[in-house]
């Protein structure tokens, strides 16, 4: 889509000149500029006369501007222009404004007015600051001393405290949305941190709960920058403080290594990685940057992907930083909540319950495998036809009754065998009887014949046949 500059009347498809005054079409983005640039040398809301421009954002332009009734020099953001079309975001800004003119605390930029211009641009007006950006910071210096950094990320999280305690969340923390400002009033007195930008952020079209575009969601935009964006940041999930305690983590990450933990330069793999994959650690690629274990240990809890495993507020990630043993860091303490150890502590828990359940697992399989062996190394049995089923035994048959015994009459000599009769059978008779069980003996026995072996020979000689 191409703009008239003059009439302002946008143009579809290939378009390149207006149809009213033959004036050169511009692209949305030269428009916007060239509409920033119109109002250097104007009076804003009649009481800000622009002086020039600072700077230009995703949500707007920041303009040098003095504020006439003073005499003084602020700063002048004017948001995007089709901001204030929509009645919806134009409620939700001045309900924003109001809420940030009550933050009060020092490292946090002061809003000293807001409103609407008669031609729908929204403005806030804030302090005007010295300095440089952290961003411009680590672009010259890249990872900066540990001291440094802990002084900065304390400043931030001062800011969050406050800010958090109103119920108001940044949503697009980012190096370019931290100021270094100097004072001049102490010129030796260190360098002041300074939030800027907070809950403008929030401001955007279609409410807070809208879900996000990972197609348009580029550095600087209002849905936020998707190399500091939450995990539920990055999936459209509601948010609350944790998830500025993430871009926190990834700031004071870069601050110590000079690189972002996933620095791919499309947006829908960083968020993908900012969802599912673990971050590097800071001992890993600053090794020689004398980092506590401690220290490195706090990084990681602040970027945890479920909120519930980081910091639980801004109060808690100052006093972890507190109780760090390192150059920076308040003395007195030598561990803290996240110190002491190179894992957040619910992660060494969840990994030593994880450890334990995997080695009863391997022993429940070796155990179960051990029978499995011996049955795998036992001959099988031949196959052949299923035997019959068992019958069923019988049920035993009562016992009978105990029965008198019954007398026998002696037996009669006249009608006894001779051999029973006399005390000692005749000769013939005995020979008789010795030979029948010599030869029911030796009939009984049966040759065992082997399978391969021929069959064994007849006897030498049969067996004498005798007469009775």
């Known amino acids: 889509m191409r ?60 303009y040098r501007a003095e504020q006439r009734a003073l005499g003084r020099d602020v700063a002048v953001k004017v948001l995007r222009r089709e901001l204030g079309r929509d009645p919806d975001t134009v409620a939700r800004f001045h309900r924003e404004a109001q809420a940030l003119s009550n933050l009060r605390h020092p490292n946090t930029v002061a809003v000293l007015d807001f409103g609407q211009t008669p031609d729908g641009l929204l403005f806030l007006v804030m302090e005007l600051l010295e300095g440089e950006m952290l961003s411009t910071r680590l672009r010259r210096d890249g990872a900066l001393p540990v001291s440094e950094a802990l002084r900065i990320a304390t400043g931030i999280l001062r800011s969050l405290a406050e800010a958090h305690r109103a119920g108001i969340v940044h949503r697009d923390l980012k190096p370019d949305n931290i100021f270094l400002a100097r004072v001049e009033a102490h010129a030796d007195a260190e360098e002041l941190v300074k939030v800027v930008d907070f809950g403008v952020a929030k401001i955007r079209p279609g409410g807070v709960d809208a879900p996000i575009d990972p197609l348009s969601t580029q550095e600087g935009t209002v849905f936020g920058t998707p190399r500091y964006m939450s995990p539920e940041q990055a999936q ?14 990834v700031m004071l990450f870069q601050m110590l290594t000079g690189v972002v933990p996933f620095g791919e330069d499309d947006a829908v793999v960083v968020m993908a990685h900012h969802i599912m994959t673990p971050p590097p650690r800071v001992l890993d690629l600053n090794p020689a940057g004398n980092i506590h274990p401690s220290l490195d240990a706090l990084v990681a809890a602040s970027l945890q992907k479920r909120p519930g495993d980081r910091p639980a507020s801004a109060e808690e990630f100052l006093r972890a930083i507190e109780a760090l043993p390192v150059e920076g860091a308040r003395a007195g303490l030598t561990s803290g909540p996240f110190g002491g150890s190179a894992r957040h502590p619910r992660v060494t828990a969840t990994r030593t319950a994880t450890l334990l359940a995997l080695l009863l697992g ?8 051990l029978p499995m062996r011996r049955r ?25 009754e105990a029965v008198a015994p019954v007398a026998l009459p002696p037996p009669d000599p006249a009608s006894a065998p001779a051999a ?12 008789r009887a010795r030979r029948r069980r010599s030869h029911r003996r030796s ?26």
């Open 3 to 62: 703009i008239c500059p003059a009439c302002q009347i946008s143009y579809d498809g290939s378009v390149t000149r207006c149809a009213h005054d033959n004036r050169r079409l511009l692209t949305v983005a030269a428009f916007e500029r060239s509409m920033d640039d119109a109002l250097i040398g104007t009076v804003l809301a009649e009481r800000y006369d622009i002086l020039d421009r600072l700077g230009v954002g995703g949500m707007g332009t920041v």
């Open 236 to 249: 459209g999930r509601p948010l609350d403080g944790r998830s500025d305690l993430y871009a926190v983590g």
């Open 362 to 369: 391997l022993g429940i399989a070796l155990f179960t495998a």
């Open 376 to 400: 795998a190394l036992a001959p099988l049995a031949p196959a052949g036809p299923a035997a019959p089923p068992r019958p069923t035994p019988a049920p035993p048959a009562p016992v009978p």
């Open 420 to 431: 029973y009769v006399d005390d000692a059978p005749s000769p013939a008779v005995a020979t």
């Open 443 to 468: 009939t009984s026995r049966t040759p065992v014949v082997s399978v391969t072996s021929p069959p064994p020979a007849p006897p030498h000689a049969p067996y004498p046949r005798w007469s009775d």
